[in-house]
């Protein structure tokens, strides 16, 4: 074999390493430690249809989807470390730990609270004034050896979302609307990737001039669930002046429920007999529609 046929077999050997997992280089700004034997980073999110055993992976930057990250490191029931960052931090997305040998239950929990989360158990964690925002987390066991080691972290989306989109802007006396809502969680089991507290969930949105659009989020029981949802309207002084109450929204982890309608017609709906249609979405598995 001549030299320029064996140039020719190592470049194709190098392209197809390449297309088999992408490279993602350690943050050069992360912190260091001469001693850590376990490096925690976040590489990406896995985005997956629950209907089906495909999943699709993609590897967007951390902070495009959330500005906060937890890193919790369990043996047995102990917490042994702790690490919150938040995005500009130096290396965010990157931890690194010096462990004794050992097996150790690890998770890693992203979100946009305006707060750290509080990680009370790994079957018990919770977000600053009980405000779910887009939420991921990753969960895994680990044995620690007298190796280093890095683990590469895929996070997966644990919310689904309440969308409302109203075909006709409120009108100027509405100064807010308030969500309140119950069959969701807003306590998370990073064990389970799942709800672990019954939840009443209150979320008081300021309306901007002309908006129609407003999203609420939470963490379902089970893969699937139904919430109870009662939206009113508020003016600037924080009176009622209109109210909707929607029965039985059916919510799907990793989907969006959208509601359409005029938020100013009727007083309640059921789910009977609504249109439901589904509709691909880059960043989340789907979005059933409902006009109410």
Not at 260 to 284: I, K, R, V
């Amino acid at each position: 074999m001549n030299v320029k046929s064996l140039l020719s077999l190592l470049a194709l050997a190098c392209l197809v390493a390449a297309c088999e997992k992408p490279f993602v280089e350690l943050d050069p700004e992360a912190p260091r430690d001469d001693d850590a034997n376990l490096v925690v980073r976040v590489v990406g999110f896995e985005t997956l249809d629950f209907g089906s055993p495909s999943a699709t992976k993609t590897t967007v930057p951390v902070a495009n989807l959330c500005s906060r990250l937890n890193f919790v490191v369990y043996s047995g029931e102990t917490k042994v470390s702790s690490v919150a960052q938040k995005e500009g931090d130096a290396g965010f997305g990157t931890v690194a730990l010096s462990l004794p040998e050992g097996t150790y239950r690890i998770a890693v929990v992203g979100h946009s609270s305006e707060g750290s989360a509080t990680v009370t158990t790994l079957d018990k964690i919770s977000f600053k004034n009980n405000r779910v925002t887009d939420t991921f987390s990753y969960y895994t066991e680990l044995e620690i050896t007298d190796e280093a080691q890095t683990l590469d972290v895929e996070l997966r989306r644990v919310v689904a979302m309440f969308r409302m989109a109203l075909t006709e802007p409120l009108p100027e006396a509405v100064h807010q609307l308030k969500f309140y809502y119950t069959g969701g969680s807003s306590t998370l089991s990073a064990v389970t990737g799942y709800g672990s507290v019954n939840s009443k969930q209150t979320v008081v949105l300021d309306v901007d001039d002309g908006q129609t659009q407003f999203e609420v989020y939470t963490i379902p029981h089970a893969e699937t669930g139904k919430l109870k949802m009662t939206i009113t309207a508020l003016d600037v002084s924080g009176s009622e002046l209109h109210q909707r109450v929607f029965e039985e929204v059916p919510v799907q982890r990793n989907k969006i429920t959208r509601y359409t309608g005029n938020f100013y017609e009727g007083t309640s709906a059921q789910n009977g007999g609504l249109e439901m249609q589904m509709h691909a979405s880059p960043d989340w598995d789907g979005e059933e529609e409902h006009t109410f």
